[in-house]
């Protein structure tokens, strides 16, 4: 896979692009339990929210990204198969071990 850059200052229109993964990503998940999905967005702070965000990566963060989002599990990259089984030992790529973290971190999950 050639290594493609998204950055903000690139040809591509990042914004766009972003506006587009959040809004298949967060925008469609409505906040736990509430009926109206749209009760707590503000929609129109969303440019603000994402305007320096990301502020460049990978074409394959991207991907990876969409597929923990997809798989439901913070897992290694998923190369295929084949690939996996190439570069993991396995059909699936392994879940990383969050316990083996020694360093303070916070991660949000929603």
């Known amino acids: 896979m050639k290594a493609t850059v998204f950055s903000p200052g690139g040809k591509c229109k990042l914004a766009a692009f972003v506006a587009l993964l959040a809004s298949l ?3 469609r998940q ?7 999905p749209d009760a707590e967005r503000n929609v129109t702070r969303l440019p603000v929210f994402l ?3 990301p502020s460049g990566t990978s074409f394959k963060n991207m991907i990876h990204i969409a597929q923990v989002y997809e798989q439901g599990r913070f897992a290694k990259f ?12 396995q059909a699936k790529p ?15 999950w929603t």
């Open 78 to 89: 998923d190369h295929g198969e084949q690939r996996n089984i190439d570069i993991y030992g």
């Open 94 to 108: 392994p879940e990383y071990n969050l316990h083996r973290v020694s360093a303070p971190v916070a991660l949000f």
């Open 51 to 53: 305007s320096d965000a």
């Open 25 to 27: 990503l967060w925008l």
């Open 30 to 36: 409505p906040p736990v339990g509430k009926v109206d």
